[in-house]
């Protein structure tokens, strides 16, 4: 999702150099990304809660106090509380490619990727998870 974003972004009015940048990125992206895992899982288990496989260790948590935390622990410009389930709740019924595809995209408020240059989808996954509670 993220190499979508990045190509789909128009390059017309950017410098030579933000230009070399995002192909860079790209190529990056690309050579290191791994099929997306299986995450349809069935009945009632954890694998069926949004984000719930998906776990934050200290390198996400680490991004996550760089980058979402500016909002999230707060309710920042109308950001989800971390923890606060019910509007996590509201938000994880949309789905989690809905979900993803905001927080790379950007959405209202929130810049893309959330002002984490550094985060790949997992990362996200994991800070998601973390903040609406289903990866505890």
Known sequence: MIKSYVMNTSLQNRT???IVTATLLIM??????N???????????ASTVAFANDMADES?????????ALCHISGEAGAP???DTADWQRRLAQ??????????????????LGYCMACEED???AMIGYMARTNQ
């Open 16 to 18: 030579p150099s933000a």
């Open 28 to 33: 990056l992206i690309s050579a290191c990304s």
């Open 35 to 45: 099929a997306a895992p299986d995450r349809s899982g069935g009945g009632t288990n």
């Open 60 to 68: 996400v948590m680490s991004k996550w106090a760089r980058s979402c």
């Open 81 to 83: 509380i971390v923890g």
């Open 95 to 112: 789905g989690e490619q809905s979900i993803l595809r905001r927080v790379i995209e950007g959405y209202n408020s929130m810049p893309p």
């Open 123 to 125: 990362d996200f996954r």
